[in-house]
């Protein structure tokens, strides 16, 4: 049950909770073909709380809650806030709260989403603490296999980029212990996994470490792609060695095997070729698509009545 709870990690989730989520959001998905207008957030405020940028996770979540029937209030950028002033995200959230009844919020610092939750009496939402996690978006990568794939365990899945940083592949990684699934982890030697977080799935996860896609990517089922993490490196000269270092185009597609697909949380820089968007391979844009009804059943599922 995750009535009037917060989610801070993907770790907070059970089994049925998932699979609970993602027999929600079919019905979600239903509902938005059929432009029937929902009401099941009433007089309900989903507020958004943002200090780093987003177009995706802040813009989904106000959709959903307006397709509930709720409504919405957004600090997009704490430029513009009190939090310019020196406030405390403490204080923020204990303001924030009383003007709403579910609270999602993005900061750059790792362990923020839990401190909020500490300080709020409403559930609150990690839409991404620095490197640390993106559950919301992990859910919405599963969503995206199953309904892609038809389902998730059995599957050979690639994952390619900035890994140090990345929140999102720390995410899914967490979540991919649930299954029965091979990982083959491919990134330039700087950008591996974290020690601390390796150490964490090494014996929940069939795991592979590469630096080469080349030996994978025809035996990969789901090859999912991240950008490096400009905002997340500290010395820019590394950032500046390593653009460009990966990067899909129609040749490493064509190599792919049938029914495989591509995913990208995004926003995408250059690490997938924009001529791979108009293959049968790419899914990253109806990834992002699955973002409304995953995000519309999580919210009525903790803030629903
Ligand atoms: N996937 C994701 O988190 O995108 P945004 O940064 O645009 O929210």
């Known amino acids: 049950m995750l009535k009037n709870k917060s989610l801070v990690s993907i770790s907070d989730l059970s089994d049925d909770d998932l699979n609970n989520v993602f027999l929600e959001a079919d019905k979600m998905l239903d509902y938005i073909n059929s432009s029937k207008k929902l009401d099941i957030m009433g007089s309900k405020i989903l507020a958004t709380l943002f200090y780093e940028p987003s177009t995706r996770t802040r813009l989904s979540f106000e959709s959903a809650m307006q397709r509930l029937g709720g409504s919405t209030i957004s600090m997009a950028d704490s430029k513009t806030s009190s939090v310019s002033k020196g406030e405390t995200l403490a204080d923020t959230i204990r303001i924030i709260e009383s003007y709403s009844d579910i609270i999602v919020i993005r900061h750059p610092l790792e362990g923020a989403a839990f401190l909020a939750s500490k300080f709020s009496s409403k559930p609150v939402i990690n839409a991404g603490d620095g490197s640390g996690e993106h559950p919301t978006q ?37 979540a991919l212990t649930r299954y029965n699934v091979d990982v083959t982890l491919v990134s330039p030697e700087n950008l591996r996994l974290s020690d601390y977080v390796y150490n964490e799935l090494k014996n929940k996860l069939n795991i592979t470490i590469s630096d080469s896609l080349e030996k994978y990517i025809n035996d990969t089922d789901v090859l999912y792609v991240t950008r490096l993490q400009k905002e997340r490196f500290t010395d820019k000269n590394e950032y500046s060695k390593l653009i460009g270092s990966y990067r899909i185009t129609a040749k490493e597609t064509e190599k792919m095997k049938n029914n495989s697909i591509i995913m990208h949380p995004l926003p ?38």
């Open 138 to 174: 992990t859910l919405v990568d599963l969503y995206t296999i199953k309904k892609e794939l038809g389902e998730i365990n059995n599957k050979k899945i690639t994952i390619m980029g900035d890994l140090k940083y990345g929140r999102t592949v720390h995410s899914l990684l967490m």
């Open 268 to 305: 995408r820089v250059d690490e997938i070729s924009p001529e791979v968007d108009s293959t049968d391979k790419a899914k990253y844009f109806k990834q992002a698509s699955y973002g409304i009804p995953v995000r519309m059943a999580l919210i009525s599922m903790i803030a629903g009545d």
